[in-house]
């Protein structure tokens, strides 16, 4: 497989099998959306992704608008990773740097199956992430963890 599969639901199977690499080294502009700081920690510290790779989390006090003019103004193909919290975040930057993701870039969001398991305590974040993924023209969830076929 040299692309992730659109508008689906990706069912990894094997943890480790290079899905998220895959995100990372296909030949398109993407947003990879992840639920925890360090899985961006440790891609974004790979020799293999490190002048590839832009990780974006946390509270700055542009709202990423200097990294993100950097990174895009010396790399020819955008690769974005950032947390479900950072993703409207990062959409709303693009945006307003004339960028228009939601046409121009593939959304995956990895580890799908936390949408469901922390809905409970996490409700605002997956709530404001699902309303950025409908904005998307194409989007693939990835999860290796199984969730019932109901949900």
Known sequence: MD???ENTVLNKGLTGCGATTLAIQE???TI????FTALIDNKTANPDHKDIL?????ETPDDFRSEI???VDGHPQIKIMTTYDSLPKVC???TALRYDPYNRMHLAIDEWHLLMMNY??????IRNLLAEAKHFKTVTYMSATPINREY
């Open 32 to 35: 990879i959306a992840v639920p």
């Open 3 to 5: 692309k992730l599969p």
């Open 120 to 125: 409970g305590f996490r409700g605002n974040t």
């Open 92 to 94: 709303s930057t693009l």
């Open 54 to 58: 832009l990780g974006l989390y946390g």
């Open 27 to 29: 030949k398109r502009d």
């Open 69 to 71: 003019t950097a990174y």
